[in-house]
């Protein structure tokens, strides 16, 4: 049926059936009404939400970013530490270069270190006997005294050694930032990941407002028609006669027949006083006069 059709139809309906549609349109409209205020404040909390993990998202930015200037500034030491042991290297070998003896002393310093080294990752890994262990200890204490010697005499040769020294010292700050390099790197990358993991729960949040924000719209605009509906329906109702109550149309019904019984019974009595030539009030006349009246158009 087409909607100029049921506008014609509508234009007949009864008053009781204009009626029970406006209330199941202002039924439907108050449903929709409430639904939209529950979606509203759904978009509230979404929003609310959002703006938390704005916050956060921010927040760890903010931190991983003061880490990667201090991860800037360290690598800017590092580079720098590396360089002065290059510069000193160089000049340790040009020194080696006039003194060959020294060179060979501390290639043997350097094979020692290495060999200890060797021997110490042996007992820490390898299962050994107890003799086995000893004997390795034993080996070990021999190379560490030989050591002590060639330092011995690397002292005896103080520009070299004071440079090998400074190597050493350099190399163990160089270590030591290494490590908190490493560590901030971590540190920084975790505040990253949690950062990013946190913008993809925006852009999901995001997504869900997105979709309550369409389902506002199109609930709010089912709320309207059905309001428009509403109003069409109470406009049309003031044009149609509101029937009478039957208990109503009973009662007024039962007023007009004791009316006429009454009426009855006085010109009963008019006709009755006329007869015995009794003087008769206003009433009584008048009430004579339209009964012979009524008489004469019926005859």
């Given at each position: 049926m087409s909607r100029n059709n049921s506008r014609k139809k509508q234009q007949y309906l009864s008053f009781s059936e204009i009626?029970?549609?406006?209330?199941?349109?202002?039924?439907?409209?108050?449903?929709?009404?409430?639904?939209?205020k529950e979606i509203f404040n759904e978009l509230k909390a979404k929003e609310k939400e959002i703006d938390q993990f704005k916050k956060e998202a921010k927040e760890l930015r903010n931190k991983r970013d003061d880490i990667n200037k201090k991860v800037q500034e360290f690598k800017k030491q590092k580079i720098?530490?590396?360089?002065?042991?290059?510069?000193?290297?160089?000049?340790?070998?040009?020194?080696?270069?006039?003194?060959?003896?020294?060179?060979?002393?501390?290639?043997?310093?350097?094979?020692?270190?290495?060999?200890?080294?060797?021997?110490?990752?042996?007992?820490?890994?390898?299962?050994?006997?107890?003799?086995e262990e000893n004997r390795?200890?034993?080996?070990?204490?021999?190379?560490?005294?030989?050591?002590?010697?060639?330092?011995?005499?690397?002292?005896?040769?103080?520009?070299?050694?004071?440079?090998?020294?400074?190597?050493?010292?350099?190399?163990?700050e160089l270590d030591d930032l290494k490590e908190k390099l490493d560590a901030l790197s971590k540190e920084s990358q975790e505040f990253h990941e949690q950062m990013i993991t946190l913008f993809k729960e925006t852009d999901y949040l995001r997504d869900q407002r997105k979709a309550k924000e369409d389902e506002l719209i199109e609930n709010k605009k089912k709320a309207d028609e059905f309001h428009e509906l509403y109003i069409k329906m109470m406009n049309q109702q003031k044009k149609v006669r509101r029937p009478k109550k039957p208990y109503a149309y009973k009662?007024?019904?039962?007023r007009k027949i004791a009316e006429q019984e009454m009426i009855k019974k006085q010109l009963e009595s008019a006709i009755e006083k006329r007869k015995k030539g009794e003087k008769l009030d206003l009433f009584e006349a008048r009430l004579l006069l339209e009964h012979e009246n009524k008489e004469e158009e019926e005859s």
């Amino acid at each position: 049926m087409s909607r100029n059709n049921s506008r014609k139809k509508q234009q007949y309906l009864s008053f009781s059936e204009i009626q029970t549609l406006a209330e199941d349109y202002k039924r439907q409209r108050d449903e929709l009404n409430k639904k939209t205020k529950e979606i509203f404040n759904e978009l509230k909390a979404k929003e609310k939400e959002i703006d938390q993990f704005k916050k956060e998202a921010k927040e760890l930015r903010n931190k991983r970013d003061d880490i990667n200037k201090k991860v800037q500034e360290f690598k800017k030491q590092k580079i720098e530490l590396i360089e002065k042991i290059k510069n000193l290297s160089n000049q340790r070998n040009l020194l080696k270069k006039k003194d060959k003896e020294s060179g060979k002393q501390y290639s043997s310093i350097r094979r020692h270190e290495l060999e200890i080294e060797r021997l110490e990752r042996r007992i820490e890994t390898d299962v050994l006997t107890i003799k086995e262990e000893n004997r390795i200890i034993e080996k070990i204490n021999d190379l560490n005294a030989k050591r002590k010697e060639l330092l011995k005499y690397m002292e005896e040769h103080d520009e070299l050694y004071q440079i090998e020294k400074e190597i050493d010292s350099i190399q163990l700050e160089l270590d030591d930032l290494k490590e908190k390099l490493d560590a901030l790197s971590k540190e920084s990358q975790e505040f990253h990941e949690q950062m990013i993991t946190l913008f993809k729960e925006t852009d999901y949040l995001r997504d869900q407002r997105k979709a309550k924000e369409d389902e506002l719209i199109e609930n709010k605009k089912k709320a309207d028609e059905f309001h428009e509906l509403y109003i069409k329906m109470m406009n049309q109702q003031k044009k149609v006669r509101r029937p009478k109550k039957p208990y109503a149309y009973k009662k007024q019904l039962e007023r007009k027949i004791a009316e006429q019984e009454m009426i009855k019974k006085q010109l009963e009595s008019a006709i009755e006083k006329r007869k015995k030539g009794e003087k008769l009030d206003l009433f009584e006349a008048r009430l004579l006069l339209e009964h012979e009246n009524k008489e004469e158009e019926e005859s």
